[in-house]
């Protein structure tokens, strides 16, 4: 061995022995990281060609992160706008959130910024934090998968939501604006006489309202609940209709976790599995004690993970996703192989009902991973109030530019109690942290970890978290027209 190679030999030894005992978390920053783009793409919808925005990962649209892989992540804006991506229900530190100028700016096009940071496990996922984008579909999946989803012995399919208009989300936001979305009013949903002059629920189930604490829920006149402010051109699963659904192929007798995500505008979905039961394991990446039934609803922003056990016999099962309030739907077909596919029409034969005004779902959902018991340090009403004409929505009385931030110390435990005095039902969505649901109208609970709750017209639902890192955090509505038009605070924690 001449000196040279023996030199060479030496130095890589070290560097092996050195490498030996480096932390892991060192050692995984020499892992590349994942490549992620912000891109225009081409749709086939109903046969017309729609240009979209999209987030391409390594494998097509979104990221899989496998147990135990950290968020590296290197995101380039391949639009010719800029962009900034936000990482919905996961913790980054705040610099890495995503929300424009909050800390960071937009990247600008051709632009590329680096993430890394350790992510939860469950079922997640990215967009734009810039509404009009979103509403254009510049959002992906982000499935982070756990050791027992590695071990467990059964097939993942992911179901991703939105709803689709032809026209720019500019023109949109001006049809909703001026009145002329469309979209229907529950005024006669379901055989609720909603606008009766004994109260605009009069005749629904009122037993998970019995201690609602305030006098108005009975005295709404004859306004109506508002479901839907647009009607959209097409509802969409995995980026397809019904017309020409993705089928996924399956075994017969196999078990399915079934992860959906409403990534939609300004929809919310029942999730109708049919013929083959289901069970929710999750919602918002966080385990439940399961749930059985083969109808449940999320809302935008949400996440279901659901599992379910097809039955051993060769079939197709369709997984349909019902727009509320109306009889349009979307979905995807599970199908064994040589299975007859037959045709779903997009049209359902009747309305689909209103989501969870009662919260009766959202009463069923226990927590398996608490919060700890602790004192309350800080508690806020938070308001939630606007309406259709003129088309304004509100935090606190006020739009976001004239916000009052709700503060907080790091390491607090905060109550946030959301008040919906509007006719329309709000997913809150709150960056940075988890919280768990502990008072549903007035009824204590220890409900479902989330980091977005639905809360429907004349309710008040509070949740518990403790205040995490000192920044300014987003809290919004997850109804992008509600969002665009203002209903947006921070949640600003001090050190």
Known sequence: MNTLSRRGFLAASAAALAAAHLPRAVMAQAVAPLGLSAEARTLDINGRAATVFGLAGPKGQ?????AGQRFQVDLTNNLDVGTIIHWHGQIPPNAQDGVPDMPM????????RSYDFAPLAGTYWMHSHVPIQEMNLLAAPLIVRSAEDAAADRQEVTLFLHDFAFKTPEEVMAEISDGHGGGHDASSMH??????GTGAMRGMDHGAMGNMPMGGMMDMGDMAMDLNDYDWDAYLANDRTLSDPEVVRVERGGRIRL???????ATVFWI??????????AVDGHNVRPVAG?????AMGQRLD?????PNEAGAWPILALREGARERTGIILATSGAEVARVPELADQDAPAFDVDLSQELSFEALDNLPDRPVDRSQM????GMMQPYVWTIDGAVWGQHRPIKAKAGERVLLGFHNMSMMGHPMHLHGHVFQVVDINGRKVKGARRDTVYVPPMSMVTVALDAGEAARWMLHCHHMPHLETGMMTEFAISA
């Open 105 to 112: 700016p937009m990247l600008k096009p051709g632009e590329t």
């Open 306 to 310: 659901l599992e379910l056990d097809l």
């Open 272 to 281: 109708d599995t049919g013929a083959a039961p289901a069970r929710v394991i």
């Open 382 to 385: 938070v308001m939630l109030g």
């Open 191 to 196: 055989g609720m006489p909603m606008g009766g």
């Open 294 to 298: 083969s109808r449940f609803g999320v």
């Open 259 to 265: 992860r959906v995500i409403n990534a939609a505008a």
């Open 62 to 66: 979104g990221l899989i992160l496998d």
